[in-house]
């Protein structure tokens, strides 16, 4: 079974940027595709970001387009999310959620639907104006 712990939240200034990760345990890691979520208190859930199990898929929601950058490293069993630019918007808790077991399109779509295995805890993003 699968365990997401995620790490690298904090305070920052708008402009600034952070880099999350999340770290699985587990001897599955690398047949997994992940994604990152976010929420924000009063708002939906969201998906920010996510990537295939060797990487070379990925997407990007539009609010998060050429500022965020997921990556992973599959000999360390963790998913990166590197955050530039970061705005007062992007201020919410963001986790991490895995799923597996099919085409990236199809994987990909289960992440959208929030229809995940596994996920983690959350780590809180604060960003100030």
């Known amino acids: 079974q699968e365990q997401l712990e995620e790490s690298g939240g904090g305070l920052v200034q708008a402009g600034d940027s952070l880099r999350l990760s999340c770290t699985a345990s587990?001897?599955?890691?690398?047949?997994?595709?992940f994604g990152w979520f976010r929420q924000a208190p009063g708002k939906e859930r969201e998906l920010v970001a996510a990537?295939?199990?060797?990487?070379?898929?990925?997407y990007y929601s539009d609010f998060v387009k050429d500022r965020f950058t997921i990556s992973r490293d599959n000999a360390k069993n963790t998913v990166f999310l590197q955050m530039y630019s970061l705005k007062p918007e992007d201020t919410a808790v963001y986790y991490c959620g895995s799923t597996r077991n099919g085409r990236w399109s199809t994987l990909l779509s289960r992440l959208a639907r929030f229809d995940y295995n596994y996920r983690g805890q959350g780590t809180q993003v604060a960003v100030s104006s």
């Open positions: 587990g001897h599955t890691f690398s047949t997994y595709s």
């Open positions: 990537i295939g199990s060797s990487g070379d898929g990925t």
